[in-house]
């Protein structure tokens, strides 16, 4: 069984910043992708990064200049450095991996962006 476990989430007051690690454990032959995804109370479920095995990063309009996606392939790790952050950002933020050719999904980190 693959277990992906998010750590870092927390409270900031705006324009602080966080970091976001995501540690996929288990039998894994192969991580194609990485992300991580957010859902905020009343809404649905958004991409807000994701970066492949080769390096190629994506990143959601609503954050770009302000997260970066990074992984460490020996570590099958995935980190999110979040600075200037928004009251906006404030909301679950999931761990997300292709891992042996499946989808799997961390339960969840809260980050809360408030004065």
């Known amino acids: 069984q693959v277990q992906l476990v998010e750590s870092g989430g927390g409270l900031v007051q705006p324009g602080g910043s966080l970091r976001l690690s995501c540690a996929a454990s288990?039998?894994?032959?192969?991580?194609?992708?990485m992300g991580w995804y957010r859902q905020a109370p009343g809404k649905q479920r958004e991409l807000v990064a994701r970066?492949?095995?080769?390096?190629?990063?994506t990143h959601a309009d609503s954050v770009k200049g302000r997260f970066t996606i990074s992984r460490d392939n020996a570590k099958n790790t995935v980190y999110l450095q979040m600075s200037s952050l928004k009251p906006e950002d404030t909301a679950v933020y999931y761990c997300?991996?292709?891992?042996?050719?499946?989808?799997?999904w961390g339960q969840g980190t809260q980050v809360t962006v408030s004065s």
């Open positions: 997300n991996a292709y891992v042996n050719y499946q989808t799997y």
């Open positions: 970066i492949t095995s080769g390096g190629t990063t």
């Open positions: 288990g039998v894994i032959f192969n991580i194609n992708a």
